[in-house]
């Protein structure tokens, strides 16, 4: 029988309520407004790690030394690698699934105003929660448990786009023929932002999400009353 590695060995101890993860709370009806986030240094360090070096090229040893702490404190807080990948990660999609909510409800009925502000709400978040978001091309390193849940989680967004379109394809407000095929692009140029974007470049966080609702409308074919429909 193999024997047991000190890492198996440690307890998930992912949020030890002594330790704070420093996710933002729940913005409520202010989905727009990102205060700076001030990750626990811990999970700060892991960031650093992976976004320097990937999942893989990261150590926990390293991590350790960022915080400036031995690896047993370090394990003490977090059990494994895989736990500080997944806490990240968990935790950004917690953020942007919570704000997409609120920019759905404060949409209203029409399913053209709930694209747009679910394409708003996502664009936003990729550029300023540019570091967690990019670190999503790690899913692939996920646990097949923790992979799991994590997509679920991920679906949910989807599914609201979705959801929408479906609605406004009904309704006559959305002439796409591929209204799945549409949905999942959206998707992925809005995440694509993550690679791209800049603070310091021409365009500010809203101009990009403005943009970004003006190619979403466009790509469902958005009609009203027989004319083509543009943004302010």
């Keep these: 029988m193999a024997r047991q590695t000190s890492r198996a060995k440690q307890p998930n101890r992912m ?3 002594e330790t704070p993860l420093g996710f933002e709370p729940d913005p409520g009806a202010d989905w727009r ?3 700076e ?3 626990s240094p811990f999970l700060e360090a892991a960031l650093e790690e992976f976004g320097a070096h990937g999942y893989h090229g990261g150590s926990v040893r390293a991590i350790a030394n960022r915080v400036g702490v031995t690896l047993p404190t370090l394990y003490y807080h977090h059990g494994s690698k895989q736990d500080l990948l997944v806490t990240l990660l ?3 999609m917690h953020d942007i699934l919570v704000r997409c909510q609120h920019a759905l409800d404060e949409a209203g009925e029409r399913p053209e105003d709930q694209v747009a502000n679910i394409v708003e709400c996502f664009t936003l978040y990729m550029t300023h929660r540019r570091r967690l978001a990019f670190l999503d091309a790690e899913v692939r390193n996920l646990e ?3 992979r799991e849940r994590y997509l679920s989680h991920r679906d949910e967004l989807a599914v609201m786009l979705r959801r929408a379109a479906l609605d406004g394809i009904e309704e006559g407000v ?3 023929p591929y209204p799945v095929e549409t949905v999942r692009a959206i998707l ?3 995440q694509a932002v993550a ?3 800049r603070p310091e470049g021409p365009l500010s966080e809203a101009e990009v999400a403005r943009r970004y609702i003006q190619i979403a409308l466009d790509s469902m074919a958005f009609r009203r009353h027989g004319k083509k429909v543009t943004t302010p």
Excluded: D, Q
């Design 15 to 17: 949020r030890r309520e």
């Design 33 to 35: 407004h990102f205060e």
């Design 37 to 39: 986030l001030s990750l």
């Design 90 to 92: 968990m935790g950004s």
């Design 144 to 146: 097949p448990e923790n």
């Design 174 to 176: 959305f002439t796409t």
């Design 188 to 190: 992925s140029m809005c």
């Design 195 to 197: 690679v791209w974007y």
